[in-house]
């Protein structure tokens, strides 16, 4: 006779999306079903868009963890009614699973019922037999947009209990900064884990045929007058605002005009639909780059996070990881980064980072023995530039620009702020502003031309790249690794053994 089998329940808002999260829970999710077959895996989501397992695998929806434009704003009345409709939703739905992991719970307004229905499940209504733990990618703090007008909706104390997690079994958190968030908001540190997003490696390794190589870039629509000698620096990211792309931009420009080579910008994501601000933000980049006047490719389609491969595995849709394969480097100039993918995947691939320094996540990676010295911390703009709102000396440092709002933790009621307007759009309108006057342009380059220079030397040198790329193939293989992960994922969880059959 053979026991039950042990379930795990994944619970986002959306079950196939392409987002990060997703791409997380898909290379979780095929380890774990390699690691314990006898596993039993289910996705509960707002809705299920693609599937990211067959076989053997459960698929629940609960519509209301779908976030949805609202045409008035959201009530205190209709907030406590939605997250309750929620939380006794995912009970229902989960009432015979033994652990259950939500990821992303904290981010605010982005869909705040939701946040409190994830704490109303499991100080509430979880099942006595089922542990739950929040695996935290995100925090609401890190994007004025997510939350703005909180305070009128939940009092800072609510939100401290919120973020506290009471019934929640244990934290898994991506990054250290978030873990020592957590901490002052007054979860107990033995509660918290550190476990990094794994890594595919045998998706980045994987080497292409010169055929292939030529179908990657012909999918790219690079036009005619600047294929010839191209050199592809890969930003991969969405078109969003906080992946700074007018920074990337910048930076393409003056390596081209240092190096006198034929580099050619590549944002590998798509225009996000369900980000309000990214069409505009879009417009705004494109004329950007009719003013810099130098070649770069949005990919119209996107590139998938898998390959998908064909008959006698051929393949039929190329994904980022083949993108790397044709790239000369790989691009960071994120102002923030909830997975800080790109800066552990080129290692896998044998290739190079260059651009900015994210230090929510190069931190961790750092202290587990990667090498990221030759990355800058701020890119400077002429203190003449300025937006509506008045001038700035910087394109926004990280470490200034966050730490504000990670405060609002420990003292709430004085960093509710409601941020201007157009603040998601200051810093491409001064970049526009530098490229329109000669002046400005040549300001620009002479307070950022050592940290350009770094840069542009580093592209040029193959053999100060292979030494790195050595030595940071070797912290990454070793920690990173989807199948290390997994297996430190399974630990945490109580879920590392196999089901024995009697």
Same mark, same amino acid.
């Given at each position: 006779m053979s026991?039950?089998?042990?379930?795990?329940?994944?619970i986002?808002?959306?079950?196939?999306?392409k987002?990060g999260?997703n791409?997380?829970?898909?290379?979780?999710?095929k380890?774990?079903k390699?690691?314990?077959?006898?596993?039993?895996i289910?996705f509960?989501?707002?809705?299920i868009?693609?599937?990211? %397992?067959?076989?053997?695998?459960?698929?629940k929806?609960?519509?209301?963890?779908?976030?949805r434009?609202?045409?008035g704003k959201?009530?205190k009345k209709?907030l406590k009614?939605?997250?309750?409709?929620i939380?006794?939703k995912i009970?229902?739905?989960?009432?015979?699973?033994?652990?259950?992991?939500?990821?992303?719970?904290?981010?605010?307004?982005?869909?705040l019922?939701?946040m409190?229905g994830f704490?109303?499940?499991?100080?509430?209504?979880k099942s006595?037999?089922?542990?739950v733990?929040?695996?935290v990618?995100d925090?609401?703090?890190?994007?004025?947009q997510?939350?703005k007008n909180?305070?009128?909706?939940i009092?800072?104390s609510?939100?401290r209990?919120?973020?506290?997690?009471?019934?929640?079994?244990?934290?898994?958190?991506?990054?250290s900064i978030i873990?020592t968030? %957590?901490?002052?908001v007054?979860?107990?540190r033995k509660?918290?884990?550190?476990?990094p997003?794994?890594i595919?490696?045998?998706k980045?390794?994987?080497?292409?045929?010169?055929?292939?190589?030529e179908s990657?870039?012909?999918n790219l629509?690079?036009p005619l007058?600047?294929?010839k000698k191209a050199?592809l620096?890969?930003y991969?990211?969405?078109?969003?605002?906080?992946k700074?792309?007018?920074e990337?931009?910048?930076?393409?420009?003056?390596?081209?005009?240092?190096?006198n080579?034929n580099y050619i910008?590549?944002i590998s994501g798509?225009?996000?639909?369900?980000d309000?601000?990214?069409?505009?933000?879009?417009k705004?980049?494109?004329e950007?780059?009719?003013l810099a006047d130098?070649?770069?490719?949005?990919v119209?389609?996107?590139?998938?996070f898998n390959?998908?491969l064909?008959?006698?595995?051929k393949?039929k849709?190329?994904s980022?990881?083949?993108?790397y394969?044709?790239?000369s480097?790989?691009v960071?100039?994120?102002?923030?980064?909830?997975?800080g993918?790109?800066?552990?995947?080129?290692?896998? @691939?044998?290739?190079?980072?260059?651009?900015?320094?994210?230090p929510?996540?190069?931190?961790s990676f750092?202290?587990n023995?990667?090498?990221?010295?030759w990355?800058y911390?701020?890119f400077?703009?002429?203190?003449?530039?300025?937006?509506?709102?008045? $001038?700035?000396k910087?394109?926004?440092?990280?470490?200034?620009?966050?730490k504000?709002l990670?405060?609002?933790?420990l003292? $709430?009621e004085?960093?509710?702020?409601k941020p201007?307007? @157009?603040?998601?759009?200051?810093?491409?309108?001064k @970049?526009?502003?530098?490229f329109?006057d000669p002046?400005?342009?040549?300001?620009?380059?002479?307070l950022?031309?050592?940290i350009?220079?770094?840069?542009a030397?580093?592209?040029?040198?193959s053999?100060?790249q292979?030494?790195?790329?050595r030595?940071n193939?070797?912290?990454?293989k070793?920690?990173y690794e989807i199948?290390k992960?997994?297996k430190?994922?399974?630990?945490?969880v109580?879920?590392?053994?196999?089901?024995?059959?009697?």
């Amino acid at each position: 006779m053979s026991e039950k089998k042990k379930t795990i329940c994944f619970i986002h808002y959306g079950i196939g999306w392409k987002d990060g999260v997703n791409a997380v829970l898909t290379g979780l999710a095929k380890e774990i079903k390699e690691q314990n077959p006898d596993l039993r895996i289910c996705f509960l989501g707002g809705e299920i868009e693609r599937r990211i %397992l067959k076989g053997n695998t459960l698929y629940k929806t609960v519509p209301e963890l779908i976030p949805r434009r609202r045409r008035g704003k959201l009530n205190k009345k209709d907030l406590k009614k939605e997250s309750l409709v929620i939380a006794k939703k995912i009970a229902e739905e989960t009432k015979n699973m033994d652990v259950v992991v939500i990821e992303n719970p904290f981010l605010g307004t982005y869909h705040l019922p939701a946040m409190v229905g994830f704490s109303l499940y499991a100080s509430q209504y979880k099942s006595k037999d089922t542990k739950v733990f929040f695996r935290v990618h995100d925090l609401y703090s890190d994007s004025p947009q997510y939350f703005k007008n909180l305070q009128r909706l939940i009092s800072p104390s609510e939100i401290r209990d919120i973020v506290k997690g009471r019934g929640v079994d244990g934290f898994l958190v991506i990054d250290s900064i978030i873990r020592t968030n %957590l901490v002052k908001v007054g979860v107990p540190r033995k509660k918290i884990s550190y476990l990094p997003n794994g890594i595919d490696s045998s998706k980045f390794s994987r080497k292409l045929s010169k055929r292939e190589k030529e179908s990657v870039i012909k999918n790219l629509e690079i036009p005619l007058e600047h294929k010839k000698k191209a050199k592809l620096l890969v930003y991969p990211v969405r078109v969003v605002p906080r992946k700074n792309i007018e920074e990337a931009i910048f930076l393409t420009y003056f390596i081209r005009e240092i190096t006198n080579n034929n580099y050619i910008l590549v944002i590998s994501g798509k225009i996000d639909e369900n980000d309000r601000l990214s069409s505009g933000y879009y417009k705004k980049l494109k004329e950007l780059i009719n003013l810099a006047d130098i070649p770069v490719v949005f990919v119209k389609k996107g590139f998938s996070f898998n390959r998908r491969l064909g008959p006698r595995g051929k393949i039929k849709e190329y994904s980022v990881s083949d993108l790397y394969q044709v790239s000369s480097s790989i691009v960071m100039t994120s102002l923030r980064e909830g997975f800080g993918y790109p800066f552990l995947e080129c290692w896998f @691939a044998k290739k190079i980072i260059i651009g900015r320094r994210t230090p929510n996540v190069i931190t961790s990676f750092e202290r587990n023995g990667l090498n990221f010295k030759w990355l800058y911390r701020s890119f400077l703009i002429p203190e003449k530039v300025s937006s509506k709102d008045g $001038p700035e000396k910087y394109f926004e440092k990280i470490s200034s620009r966050f730490k504000w709002l990670y405060n609002i933790f420990l003292i $709430p009621e004085k960093f509710f702020l409601k941020p201007r307007k @157009a603040e998601h759009l200051e810093r491409v309108i001064k @970049a526009i502003k530098v490229f329109k006057d000669p002046k400005l342009k040549k300001e620009t380059w002479e307070l950022n031309k050592k940290i350009i220079a770094r840069q542009a030397r580093l592209l040029q040198n193959s053999k100060k790249q292979k030494q790195i790329i050595r030595n940071n193939f070797k912290a990454v293989k070793k920690i990173y690794e989807i199948s290390k992960i997994t297996k430190s994922f399974l630990s945490l969880v109580k879920l590392d053994e196999k089901d024995k059959s009697s």
